[in-house]
């Protein structure tokens, strides 16, 4: 069967955390997810979401997600959709669940203006580097990817140095 795109639905809560914990399973993280259907509700479905969200459906049950916002290109002046996750059930994985996704996204970008779309993929996780790279996506080179948080976070929001 061939999977069919939407954007997500407040109905879709219970199903959008399935598909986020099988992510993190995924990627040997499950114990990091302390997302709860609120949280989830909160973020996507707020006056001023702080994401979105696509749905990868067949026979109308829930298989894939691709979560995603939006950044700016500083120097295009133009919006970028950066994709947060992207996560397929490992048993509906060669479907063509998530070449629609992106496929979808890549649809909106265009649509919408932005100069591109953006992500992050594990090292490691070489499946998922050979389907990116057959659709086209490209390394960036000469950037390291950076994240500050935990002490180091509320060190320095409190003018303290960490280290």
Sequence with gaps: MTPTIRPVRPTDVAAILRLIRGLAE???????????EAQIH???FAPNPRAHALIAEIDSTPIGLALFYYTLSTFKLRPNIFL?????????????AGYALMRHLAQRAVAEGCARIEWRVLNWNQPSIDFYHRIGSQPIEHWHTLQLGGEALAALAEGNPHG
């Design 42 to 44: 909160d973020a996507l």
């Design 84 to 96: 947060e996750d992207l996560f397929v059930d490992p048993a509906h994985r060669g479907t063509g």
């Design 26 to 36: 995924y990627e040997r993280l499950l114990a990091e997810v302390t997302a709860t």
